[in-house]
């Protein structure tokens, strides 16, 4: 049976890492989550501007 979510790794600088995960404390939500819902908006975007361009 396949998995519904998978495992991805990312290479990002100490500082950065510091302040996403502080910030996910702060505001008691999930790195996972957030980090889906950013890839999901990053990909929705990437979708619209591909989209306009072979409108073109």
């Not at 990002?12 to 910030?23: A, P, Q, T, V, Y």
């Not at 790195?31 to 890839?39: I, T, W």
Request: net charge positive; proline share 0%.
């Amino acid at each position: 049976m396949a998995k519904s979510e998978d495992t991805v790794k990312l290479v990002i600088g100490k500082e950065l890492k510091i302040r996403f995960k502080s910030l996910c404390v702060q505001s008691e939500t999930d790195m996972s989550s957030v980090a889906k819902e950013l890839f999901a908006q990053w990909c929705d975007e990437q979708e619209k501007k591909l989209a306009k361009q072979r409108k073109q």
